[in-house]
């Protein structure tokens, strides 16, 4: 599917918005992504995973600029078209009997504005949110509580630190972020009782489960693909001490 970019501007250091219009023939749940071909040609060969970071006459990304892909992709002009795949994945669950608290870190953050926006807007709901970034010239939202490393913005620290003496069993914790704070998040999820859907990621070949190159372990000694089976996952179900 080819869309047109609408917009595409830096939010913040390294950091791009990208709006492509809206064909409008699907719902995408927060939590899904697009597998996006960088190229009309064929480099880099393999398709770039982003997640959803907003939909309405538009499909929003928020990207990092880490490598050639996301490279490219930041140079691309308004008015270009680039071809998509998706929507893939199966998307966060809203529960609304519990205390909804989002926690993000970095570009983690991005699906969570999404997930923030529908719950807020399309259920009514509310929801708490706390966004971590090293720096205030990586922060590209002002929704929600916002911490930084250095206390250049916001509360100083992480997003965790910002929260995690207030968390409780009827917390229900949607987590996206860096490694070591997922990690995090899923001991205080133990010792506090909370429930957490957490989105994973990893590298991706094909986006379509077939190659198996974006596996993680699970506890029960077997494996799940993130890109069928998740990117959300119950934290309960992944074995943290392998990842
Ligand atoms: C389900 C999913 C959703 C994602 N959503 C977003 C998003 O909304 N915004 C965003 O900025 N990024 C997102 N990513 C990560 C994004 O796909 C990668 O940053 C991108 O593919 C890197 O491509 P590149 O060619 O620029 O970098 P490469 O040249 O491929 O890699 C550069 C560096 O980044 C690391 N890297 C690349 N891809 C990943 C990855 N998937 N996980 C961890 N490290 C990686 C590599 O190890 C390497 O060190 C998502 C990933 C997944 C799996
Ligand atoms: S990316 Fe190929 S199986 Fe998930």
């Given at each position: 599917m080819r869309l047109k970019i609408v917009e595409k501007r830096q939010v913040a250091k390294d950091t791009y918005v990208l709006k492509v219009e809206n064909p409008a023939l699907f719902d995408i749940l927060p939590g899904q992504f697009f597998m996006i071909r960088i190229n009309d040609f064929n480099y880099p060969l393999l398709r770039r995973p982003l997640s959803v970071a907003g939909f309405s006459n538009t499909i929003d990304f928020i990207f990092k600029v880490v490598g050639e892909g996301t490279k490219i992709l930041s140079l691309k002009k308004e008015g270009e078209f680039i071809d998509f795949l998706g929507s893939f994945g199966n998307g966060f669950t809203i529960n609304s009997s519990k205390r909804l608290v989002l926690i993000g870190g970095g570009i983690g953050v991005a699906p969570l504005l999404y997930l923030k926006d529908t719950i807020e807007n399309g259920y009514k709901l509310k929801c708490e949110s706390y966004f971590g970034f090293n720096t205030k010239s990586e922060?590209?939202?002002?929704?929600g509580n916002v911490s930084t490393m250095d206390g250049s913005l916001g509360f100083k620290g992480t997003a965790v630190e910002m929260i995690q003496g207030d968390l409780d069993k009827n917390s229900l914790i949607y987590a996206c972020g860096p490694l070591p704070m997922l990690k995090k998040l899923a001991l205080l999820c133990f010792e506090y009782g909370c429930e957490m859907q957490v989105s994973l990621e990893a590298r991706m070949a094909c986006g379509i489960g077939v190659c198996l190159g974006c596996v993680v372990p699970t506890v029960n000694g077997d494996f799940k693909r993130v890109c069928v089976e998740g990117p959300v996952f119950d934290y309960e179900e992944i074995q943290w001490q392998e990842m």
């Open positions: 922060v590209f939202t002002s929704s």
